[in-house]
């Protein structure tokens, strides 16, 4: 809600992992389900880890130093 009232936080920090779409079971429902409520709590594991350590997995010499650019349209 802060978003709203234009109170943006200083930083933003991405983790992002890529999936194969031939590793994910398209055909099948239940393996679907299970499958996303198992990235759902590696997700959930991984900012737990994250806010303990103030970085993600691979130390903090991996996090990228490119800054991001705010763009107001």
């Not at 880890?49 to 130093?65: L, Q």
Request: charge should be positive.
């Amino acid at each position: 809600m802060d978003a709203v009232y234009g109170k943006f936080p200083s930083q933003a920090h991405f983790h992002i992992k890529k999936y194969s779409t031939d590793s994910l079971p398209v055909s099948d429902t239940d393996a679907m389900k299970a499958w996303l409520n198992q990235i759902w709590a590696e997700k959930e594991a991984h900012l737990n880890r994250f806010y303990d350590k103030g970085y993600f997995d691979g130390g903090k010499e991996s996090r990228s130093k490119q800054p991001i650019q705010t763009v107001i349209c």
